[in-house]
């Protein structure tokens, strides 16, 4: 069985080092990972796991700061990351949207040295809300045009509290997918629950082009959640780790021990994955993972 991990954090030595120093100036991240038994995992670290998991590509980002310079470090590392493990790793960006030049100009300059998509951007920690149509607009319309998808961190409304549980839920969700109908979206974390609401017709046309991730899910839900979510919507659940947050290798035995379909587990494991960063066409290999 082909695996690809649909959303991993990797951090350049620089934010490593001096995480403290970052943390000091950059809430959101402080929140996360003030505690330094929270891992910032290396791209050595990411490749050691992915062989130890047998997961043969892993989507890779670092962090959505604040600081439009600690983004474009982060990208410098993963795009320097993907080129040193050829065939590993599938690059994403990460932008601050509030400084829409710069944004532009680096989603620009990533794009066209191998990055292939954005995010994951994190709303409630870079200050704007997924219905901002003034922040989110310019870099929608780009994205729109250049065939691109888009990540964002979404997380359920109800339950327990934990670092990084943030505002944006299934309404900024929803309020997304209907705006930016055209854009190919991501939602981390199974959209806050919003997939559940694809039950509704409506819902469904609406949300056509919404895709849902299941990063930390491990921490979020019962795993009766797949068998659930793909018996009715198996073409939009991404398998998502969250790594270094959840280790890939026990995720995928939790996976395995569902005993799902195996038409449902090559559409959760990579083939979703390869549909919506159009992998046929970047990789030039047909669905050869």
């Not at 080092?17 to 505690?35: G, Q």
């Not at 199974?190 to 491990?218: C, I, Q």
Request: contains cysteine; glycine residues 8%.
């Amino acid at each position: 069985m082909k695996i690809i991990d649909a959303h991993c954090h990797i951090f350049p030595p620089e934010i490593i080092t001096n995480r403290e120093r970052i943390a000091s100036r950059e809430a959101w991240f402080s929140e996360l990972y003030r505690d330094s038994r929270q891992r910032l995992a290396s791209a050595e670290e990411l490749v050691a796991s992915m062989d130890g998991a047998q997961v043969q590509r892993s989507v890779v980002f670092g962090f959505a700061f604040n600081d439009p310079g600690l983004c474009h470090l982060c990208n410098a590392y993963v795009l320097e990351a993907t080129h040193r493990y050829p065939g590993k790793m599938l690059p994403f960006l990460v932008v601050q949207p509030k400084y829409a030049p710069s944004a532009l100009h680096e989603l620009t300059d990533c794009f066209g040295k191998g990055a292939l998509g954005l995010g994951e951007l994190l709303p409630d920690g870079q200050g704007y809300a997924l219905d901002d149509w003034n922040t989110l607009d310019p870099i929608m319309e780009y994205l729109r045009s250049a065939n691109k998808p888009v990540m964002l961190h979404v997380n359920e409304q109800l339950g327990h509290t934990y670092p990084g549980k943030g505002k944006n839920g299934v309404v900024a969700g929803y309020t997304l997918g209907t705006h930016y109908s055209d854009n190919k979206l991501i939602l981390s974390h199974w959209g806050g629950g919003l997939l559940f609401y694809e039950l509704m017709p409506e819902v469904r046309r609406t949300l056509h082009n919404v895709y849902y991730d299941t990063a930390a899910s491990a921490f979020l839900y019962d795993d009766r959640i797949f068998a659930d979510a793909l018996s009715w919507m198996p073409d939009k659940i991404l398998w998502a780790s969250d790594y270094p947050l959840l280790s890939q290798k026990r995720f995928i035995k939790r996976i395995e021990a569902l005993a799902l379909p195996l038409e449902q587990r090559e559409r959760l494991f990579w083939r979703n994955t390869v549909d919506i960063l159009g992998l046929d066409e970047v990789l030039g290999e047909g669905n050869q993972v």
